[in-house]
Nanobody
């Protein structure tokens, strides 16, 4: 079992930056790749970014590429999502999740999820 807790979400203005954190406890965190997803009201959960077990490999969705950066610190059991140049369309609840799969974009490939942290970007 892995417990995940997200933090850092808040209300910001368009153009601002925000850093989300995902802190893990339980099983060895470095055994899992980690993904960030987001879900806006009335929409499906959307892949945002993923990072490999070691942190050497990352993937970012086209909608956030160049603005968001995922990183991890296995010594601290944390994964961060640095979000720059935020837009109103980035408004959503952001979730982190763990996976043992080699493909990261589908929520179905993830086994443990956090409760989410809300991000609201005003125009």
């Amino acid at each position: 079992q892995v417990q995940l807790v997200e933090s850092g979400g808040e209300l910001v203005q368009a153009g601002d930056s925000l850093r989300l954190s995902c802190t893990a406890s339980g099983r060895t965190f470095s055994n899992y790749a980690v993904g960030w997803f987001r879900q806006a009201p009335g929409k499906e959960r959307e892949f945002v970014a993923g990072i490999s077990r070691t942190g050497r490999s990352t993937v970012h969705a086209d909608s956030v590429k160049g603005r968001f950066t995922i990183s991890r610190d296995n010594a601290k059991n944390t994964v961060a999502l640095q979000m720059n140049s935020l837009k109103p369309e980035d408004t959503a609840v952001y979730y982190c999740a763990t996976t043992e799969a080699n493909t990261w974009s589908s929520p179905r490939n993830y086994n443990y999820w956090g409760q989410g942290t809300p991000v609201t970007v005003s125009s």
